[in-house]
């Protein structure tokens, strides 16, 4: 695969939106085009389940719940992702199966192996280039993020595994996945995430070669 895949993780309100519109601005700027997308979403059968999935008055259960996710994720991996990656660009995706991993399994409390083997299933082994887990204390998130959909009506206890799943994903993939202190002020979380992408990027040359 040609292109490079970034993908955004952490707490709902953990400022991942905000940093990915920022790194697609940099990268405008030297004249990339980042494809952006977003988990669960950026097809319409996708956001048709993602609207499934947050509506508040559905009943769903957690295995349900992450084939659903992983249905919308098939979708947007056969139909966007690999088409984009194969020729070349550069796509921002705000969560992925981590995500899955996270929530589903450290959250709702699947079997970690059985998420796993969807998320292949769904990705068909498609794995990020590099992924920015930005982490917030649980307290925090809620503060800047309030929302009453399905999702965030789950309660503190259940914040609180998927942060500590979150940390567990990294630590066992600690070459792709970067922990950020995303507590800091958004501009420095910025500038630590472009320390790191500007190392799999070709020279700036390159961008108007083919490379997007
Ligand atoms: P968003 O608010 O970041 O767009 O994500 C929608 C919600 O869906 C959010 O609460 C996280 C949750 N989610 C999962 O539980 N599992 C997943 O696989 C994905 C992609 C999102």
Not at 27 to 51: D, K, N
Not at 67 to 84: G, I, Y
Not at 158 to 180: L, S
Request: hydrophobic share 40%; charged share 25%.
């Amino acid at each position: 695969m040609k292109g490079i895949l970034i993908t955004f993780e952490g707490l709902d309100g953990c400022g991942k939106s905000t940093q990915v519109h920022r790194l697609a601005e940099r990268l405008q700027q030297l004249g990339y085009q980042p494809i952006i997308v977003r988990e669960p979403g950026a097809t319409p059968l996708s956001e048709r389940i993602r609207h499934l999935l947050l509506d508040a008055s559905a009943d769903i259960t957690p295995l349900a719940e992450m084939l659903l996710f992983n249905a919308a994720r098939a979708q947007l991996v056969d139909t966007v992702l690999r088409p984009a990656l194969e020729t070349g660009s550069i796509v921002l995706c705000d969560r992925f199966a981590d995500s899955t991993t996270a929530y589903q399994g450290y959250g709702r409390g699947l079997p970690i192996e059985l998420v796993l083997a969807c998320n292949q299933i769904a990705t068909r082994g498609l794995t990020p280039t590099l992924t920015f887990f930005l982490d917030v204390p649980v307290e925090l998130a809620f503060q800047r993020h309030r929302s009453s959909d399905r999702m965030e009506r789950a309660g503190r206890d259940f914040f609180e595994r998927v942060r500590n799943g979150y940390w567990e994903i990294a630590r066992r993939q600690p070459e792709r996945i970067i922990c950020i202190d995303a507590t800091r002020p958004p501009e420095e979380v910025h500038t630590t995430i472009w320390e790191h992408v500007r190392q799999y990027l070709p020279s700036e040359a390159s961008a108007s070669e083919g490379f997007y």
